[in-house]
């Protein structure tokens, strides 16, 4: 027994004991769920700092050779223990959301806790085929967790099924082409690196670089997460699309981009155009969504083109500032998902026309999504201006004006359609039907996750140099406070992307940039403190109320609103954005429905052949029995 | 070679019934049929003309029993099938029994619940 084991037994044993417990038990599913996710995240915080590797050889499937190895290094390893966080969090709100509902909270604790083990063990593995297992594992928990409790969550969960699925079946043959041409061993792999300049290997690195796209959910291959989104609660939309699935995804794409594959500059710029599209692409959809959870999918989508973009330059100021997206859009993004739920819970809509004025009752979840709200739109000094802040810096370093553009210009369109979510669900008027609605129906557990990730987004933002300085930076090889090479690696890996801005050793104050939080959170709090003085000084009214006149007719407040769905309604009828738009909200460009369409003619000739009829079947059969007779006495 | 065509009529007659008929008691007699037409064909696979039982006698030569016994091994295997098909038969008579009970028919043809 090892302890590198302990993040994927716990929560595997767990899950399943919570699976195999009488329905009626609630409070023991609850404690076991709740715990077991605790217990996750304690091992993975103790193992924080343990280096090593352990192997037991488990079969050798005629030339595909199944390891049960693992590995934890740098980048695992918080890796790892962040997961565990995201699970004792999405336990803890899960608590409050079957507080005093029905549904079956034994499933939903067992599949969350099977799909973090799942996501321990894709983190931890040493064998390709392992990792293409636990892989497998997290992609049938989120298919499961999807269409648990809900009957409207079903199409989702069949959509994303499908659209990981072909992820998974790239991984599958891209991993297997890897270890028929060089080895099963990860470490291995890592020690001698493909150079990607033949077009097998270019093959394998797009094939993997599918199987990350389609798990964090980049364009071309996002289409599941808004369909999902739709359906399913707003706690497995905040674990697997809004968190563990970008970690995957992500490390996953580092991974193949910084420690198998040597890309070259061809694929690097795909990986980089890719991402930018992304931005751009799912931001205009989400500026023009009106159900509040499906707007928070397609900034989940958005999101991953940072990732994209900043691993995609290669720089390693552009690598560290990937990941270190990657932790905080988790966390916000998380938070924004908890937050819709919660608002969800007690109005019961989601509908951005119908939600209104929720300010005063529903004070802690408006705290919370706000300040989520400015780190996704990279606001300083919250944590994703941080990370934000490192990608532009990479653009910048890589010499990609363009990319820099699309990066600002996305960010500043998260930011309004963060104002349109803000607007239409906590401000202006208040609708007669929310009258009633009050917050903490959940109990403790919600609130608390909210506010925790909430507390998180600040706390890494104004102290964003320590998980740099400990965590991410020496995932990728680099020493505290060292000074920084162009090319990016990891584990200090000798020979990985080619540098962008020279090998030499660059002189900076701080290793990664010229962002210092610190620093900028200082004259941020003078700049406010400056401000609120001279308005006291000055006798500055910050706030006045006046009863809106309507010619002198008695004040309705169901009519007189204006709700935030009419905001940006002319981005599309923009010439080039607005057709592009129609084309994506009809499914047009949605690789899912395309293969429907193909695929339809050919079910139809299928169903006619299902007739029903025992004696059709028997009939096939027999065909069947004697192709196989004939093929044996010809051979 | 008479039996080995009577075990292939037998396995005609049986899929006959199996693959026309629309009764299913027929289609049941139809799958017993073909049953016993690959029972008799194993027991002929085994069989030497002019063999005796494999039974081997204390002093009996080893080459001389071998040469002259016919091969259990399809015996046994029958036997066993014919045990199985035993209760075969009764499932399949008890199915048609709660078919006719839920669709009061026994017309195959009726039962396309499946289609599509």
Redesign the interface.
Known sequence: MDNLLLPIVIPGAVGLLVLFLPARMRALHLLLGIGGALATFGAGALLIDTRGAVSWPWMDLGGLQLDFALKMDAFSSWAVAFTGLMAVLTAAYGAGWFRGKGGAPGRYYAWLLLATAGACGVLLADNLLLLVLFWELVTLMLFLLAATGREEGAPGAAKAFGVLGLGDMALLVGVVLIGLDRTWSISELAASPLIADQASYVLMYVLLLVAAMAKAGAMPLHSWIPTMATGTHASVMAFLPGAVDKILGIYLLARISLDWFVPGDGLRLAVMTIGALTILGAVFMAMIQHDLRRLLSFHAVSQVGYMLLGIGTGTIIGVVGGLFHMLNNAIYKACLFLGAGSIERETGTMDLGRLGGLVRVMPLTFGAMFVAALAISGIPPLNGFASKWLIYEACVAAEMPLFLIAALFGSALTLASFVKVLHSVFWGPKPTEMDGVREGGGGIGMPLAMVTLAGLCILLGVFAAWPLDNYIGPAVGLEAGGAVTGAATLEGNPAAWSDVDGTEPVDRPYPLGTLEPLLLTGLLAVGVLVLLLLAHAGQMRMRRVRPVFVGGQPFDRDENRFPGTEFYRTVQDLPAVGPALRLGASGQLDPYEAAQRAGTPAVRVLRRLHSGLVRDYLFWCLLGIAVVIAVLIGS | MMMYALAAVLLGVG?YG???KRHLLK?VLGLLIVEHAVNLFLIQLGYIDGGIAPIRTAGEEAAAFVGNAVDPLPQVLVLTSIVIGLGLAMLMVALTLRIYQRYGSLD??R??????
Do not use: H, I, R, T
């Open positions: 899929l199996l693959l026309v289609k195959a043809d039962m396309s619940e499946l289609k599509g």
